[in-house]
């Protein structure tokens, strides 16, 4: 650089060095929306001149901002003829006299002044920074550039809507110290870059830019001139992540002199963000999508058929299966282009576990398999194993006791889709209990027996064969009809899928035995005999009632008298198959034998002549002759009358 001394005679106690300490805050989206474009210019005279001429930093297009930086001195300052420079399409910030040594000749002065334009690419590749009055014995100035703020999105430097900046610039602060201060400023965007110009009337060097948001500041430029009038100007910047106080922004001067110094805040275009939300959702289902850029956005789906997304919200919604990319999208405004983020969403049909069938009431112990209109490949599973079980794979049910149970099937959902579900209930019922039989089994020919069972109530009974054996349904009461087999069946009704279960027992019915009807002679005498026979069946035995009235022969029936009186007579048959024995009876009376005794008597008469023939025997016998013409015998005394000579027989009988 030039380097212009002054005379030392110029120089007096009351000369200080002043610099211009300017701080530039700009927001920064997450990938650093604003930067600097190109490298920061400077110039330099160090004679008096009508104006200065700043190239324009290389890259600049239209919508960039520019920050100018311009510190003059005079050092004949009598008439105090110092300034804001100005130039074509550039708007003044902030410009004062920041140091005067008085007004008188060889007295002098310094003043610097800020300025901004934004770019429109009509501008040309150099800025001629008019110097009032042609005053200036030296001037110095820098330009720096930067992307990506808006141009008309914020504010003016008088504060008024409609320019770059984020808070209204407000003014220079003026410093005499080793340290130039940029009083703290607080933004209302997030993610703030500070820069720092500054003007010093001496040839004095910057280091340790700082402030508390940013925390430290990043050298842009630090531009002295030596010339007899000396001066710099510097800056620095960094991005301030977060919205609010940026704190007293610092630099350190190579020596004290004066200085001023102030922050600006560029506030930045929009910026779409990096999107996040869950990319994997069921069809029907939702994810809300959001966006760590700016708000304000809108929402879109390039297929709407897949994904439909609220332009508001960023609620996405599930239409059908396939992937479909939500664009969020800052609309272009206020110099910045549309800015916008993607991201995909992948939609999968929800899995179905459809509708359950197959029989609901099953008996324990026994199975019925449930199956599903849905998807294959799910699970099923049961509420109460104790009730019934289900195969995971195959979903056959097995019922293990009385109760109900709820069996499910599970479709396992994939791709953001819950899991499906579908239910039936099974009712398990106890087998029925026909239990074991129990009952006399052999009957005979209309006689009865009950058969019971151990097992459950209620059951109706019935017989293979009704003409040999009947029985009461509900009683048990079994009846022989004829001779045979019959098989009585004990039935319980299965309910709830239970089958029917059923007990056996068996019945022979035997036909009667048949005593008949005993005939023969019913009287006989004591010792007499008399054969009872009989018109039922044979192979009875006979038997009588008083054996020492009658006996009888068991096999053959002949009955002996043995004293007078009467006695029965019994023919039994002997029963069999449950049937009783069969009797018949006949009565026998037997009487005494009659007793003729002993006759005695004169047993010779003459003719004509009478004698009387008595008997010790019974009373009440007759008498008779065997010659009625030899003698004849009263029938009833036992007179006997000769008639002839001869010899004749009486007899005494007793009937």
């Not at 701080?23 to 160090?46: C, E, K, M, W, Y």
């Not at 720096?144 to 809507?161: K, N, R």
């Not at 003729?596 to 008997?615: E, H, K, M, P, R």
Request: proline share 2%; with cysteine; hydrophobic share 40%.
């Amino acid at each position: 650089m030039d380097t212009l001394r002054l005379p030392s005679s110029s120089l007096t106690t009351s000369v200080k060095t002043i610099i211009l300490l300017l701080g530039l805050v700009l927001v920064q989206d997450v990938s650093a929306q604003i930067a600097q474009r190109g490298a920061a210019t400077t110039a330099n005279i160090g004679s008096a001149a009508a104006a200065m001429t700043i190239n324009k930093p290389t890259g600049v297009v239209a919508g960039d901002v520019m920050i100018a930086s311009v510190l003059q001195n005079e050092t004949d300052n009598d008439n105090g003829g110092l300034s804001n420079v100005t130039a074509t399409g550039w708007t003044l910030v902030d410009g004062r006299l920041i140091q005067s040594d008085g007004t008188g000749n060889n007295q002098n002065a310094w003043h610097g002044t800020v300025l901004y334009r934004v770019a429109d690419g009509t501008e040309g590749s150099s800025f001629a920074f008019a110097l009032p009055n042609s005053r200036a014995d030296m001037a110095i100035g820098s330009i720096v550039a930067f992307s990506g703020a808006t141009s008309t999105g914020g504010l003016t430097a008088d504060g008024t809507a409609g320019g770059p900046f984020d808070i209204d610039p407000g003014t220079l602060s003026l410093n005499n110290a080793g340290t130039a201060t940029a009083p703290a400023v607080t933004t209302t965007s997030a993610n703030a870059a500070v820069i720092m110009l500054s003007m010093v009337n001496n040839d004095r060097t910057y280091s340790g830019w700082a402030a508390t948001n940013p925390s430290s500041l990043n050298e842009l430029y630090d531009n002295i001139t030596t010339n007899a009038d000396d001066g710099s100007v510097g800056a620095a910047w960094a991005v301030a992540p977060t919205a609010g106080s940026t704190g007293n922004g610092t630099v350190t001067l190579s020596a004290s002199d004066r200085n001023a110094a102030m922050f600006l805040v560029l506030k930045p275009c929009a910026v779409a963000g990096t999107l996040s939300g869950t990319q994997a959702i069921c069809s029907t289902g939702t994810t809300t999508f959001t966006t760590n850029g700016n708000s304000g956005g809108a929402w879109t789906s390039n297929s709407t058929g897949i994904a439909t997304v609220n332009s508001i919200t960023g609620v996405v919604t599930g239409v059908s299966s396939g992937t479909a990319t939500i664009t969020y999208t800052i609309a272009a405004s206020g110099g910045c282009a549309a800015s916008t983020a993607t991201r995909t969403v992948t939609v999968t049909t929800p899995p179905n576990a459809g509708t359950l069938g197959g029989s609901q009431n099953i008996c324990a112990a026994g199975t019925t398999s449930f199956f599903t209109s849905g998807l294959a490949g799910g699970v099923w599973s049961s509420s109460d194993a104790a009730v019934a079980t289900v195969n995971a794979s195959s979903g056959l049910v097995t019922g293990v006791a009385a109760g109900a149970a709820t069996i499910t099937y599970t479709v396992t959902g994939t791709g953001g889709c819950a899991n499906a579900t579908a239910t039936r209930t099974v009712t398990v019922t106890a087998a029925a209990n026909a239990g074991t039989l129990s009952g006399t089994q052999n009957i005979c020919v209309a006689a009865t027996t009950t058969f019971t069972t151990n097992g459950n109530s209620g059951g109706a009974w019935t017989s293979n064969s009704t003409g040999i054996a009947t029985v009461n349904s509900s009683t048990g009461v079994v009846t022989g009809v004829s001779s045979g087999t019959a098989t009585i069946t004990y039935t319980i009704t299965g309910t709830g899928g239970c089958a029917n279960a059923t007990a056996t027992r068996t019945v022979t019915v035997t036909a009667p035995p048949n005593a008949g009807t005993v005939g023969g002679t019913q009287n006989i005498c004591a010792t007499g005999t008399t054969s009872f026979f009989t018109s039922g069946f044979a192979g009875g035995a006979w038997s009588t009632s008083n054996a020492t009235v009658a006996t009888v022969n068991a096999s053959t029936g002949v009955v002996t008298g043995v004293a007078a009186g009467t006695a029965t007579i019994t023919y039994t048959v002997t029963g069999t198959g449950g049937c009783a024995n069969a009797t018949a009876t006949r009565t026998v009376t037997v009487t005494a034998a009659p007793n003729a005794g002993t006759l005695s008597g004169t047993q010779d008469v003459c003719v004509a002549g009478t004698t009387t023939f008595t008997s010790n025997g019974n009373t009440g016998g007759a008498w008779s002759t065997s010659n009625a013409a030899v003698a004849t015998v009263n029938s009833s005394t036992g007179v006997i009358t000769g008639v002839a000579a001869g010899t004749a027989t009486i007899t005494y009988t007793v009937v």
